[in-house]
């Protein structure tokens, strides 16, 4: 899920909507679908607001950055780099949460560091002529940042509110902050290309269904590394998935040539092994 709606919000990228744009409108249909939580119960704790308010701004700043990584770069690139959130859930961890890091976790972070650079390759058929493979990983990582440190709060505060109450107020004060960004727009909302609007949507509820069931999921086991490594395996999607079906998204990524395709399947796969090797 994760992964065709990356490739929708790429898509909708093609018509220039602005990576704020669609960060709002992906931020108001979050906030809307999350809401479904409610029936599972909690308690409000008005004088903790700041919580949800504070892990509403880091999803909001993984969010856009992630969407700038879609924007200036391939989903087969983006994706994989953003699986380095469970190493750094992993390292985050010990200092918020009170748990170990163990050595395994320093071999895997050094096949992750071997991944992003086999995933920068460009096999030679691909020249980064403006540097946009080097700024779709340094987006990625930074959104794969701010996510690692919203895991790992969600963790640490969403048992006292209870899973039907944090997660609800969160992602409403998410999409509230998002109303903030308005003033940014070179242009009004309504004139946002029309062709745009459909790939825009179709993104933000599929971005929103895989949030649930992977924050929701988060918040209700504790285990953030475990629940990350399943999760960081979309990163092999991504570069499957764009191999198979980027035509029907009119992406170009499949036009990169074999060795590109190469290069990313290996860096990929470096990644995936970092995951499991957390696991192990």
């Not at 987006?139 to 640490?156: I, N, P, S």
Request: charged residues 10%; proline residues 4%.
């Amino acid at each position: 899920m994760y992964v065709l709606a990356a490739m929708c919000i790429k898509r909708a990228g093609e018509f220039k909507p602005g990576a704020v744009r669609v960060t709002l409108v992906c931020n108001v249909i979050c906030g809307i679908v999350f809401q479904v939580l409610l029936v599972f119960g909690g308690t409000f704790h008005a004088e903790l607001w700041w919580q949800p308010m504070l892990i509403a701004a880091l999803f909001i700043m993984g969010q856009g950055l992630t969407f700038l990584s879609l924007q200036v770069g391939d989903v087969s690139i983006a994706t994989p780099v953003l699986s380095l959130k469970v190493v750094m859930v992993a390292f985050l961890s010990p200092f918020l949460l009170g748990q170990d890091v163990p050595l395994k976790l320093w071999v895997a972070s050094a096949l992750c560091v071997v991944g992003v650079t086999l995933l920068s390759r460009s096999g030679g058929s691909q020249r980064d002529v403006n540097g946009s493979i080097g700024i779709t990983i340094l987006y990625a990582a930074g959104g794969a940042a701010f996510y690692a440190l919203f895991d790992v709060l969600v963790m640490k505060w969403s048992p006292l509110w209870g899973l039907g109450c944090f997660l609800p107020a969160m992602l409403a004060c998410t999409a509230a902050l998002s109303l903030l960004i308005f003033p940014f727009f070179k242009t009004p909302l309504r004139e946002t290309p029309r062709a745009a609007w459909p790939w825009m949507v179709g993104g933000g509820l599929l971005f929103a269904m895989q949030s649930v069931l992977f924050v929701g999921t988060l918040a209700a086991s504790g285990k953030g590394t475990q629940v990350n490594i399943v999760y960081g395996t979309r990163g092999m999607w991504s570069v499957v998935l764009v191999w198979i079906a980027g035509r029907f998204f009119s992406s170009v990524e499949q036009m990169g040539g074999p060795r590109v395709v190469l290069w990313r399947l290996m860096g990929a796969a470096c990644m995936a092994a970092a995951v499991v090797m957390i696991f192990v």
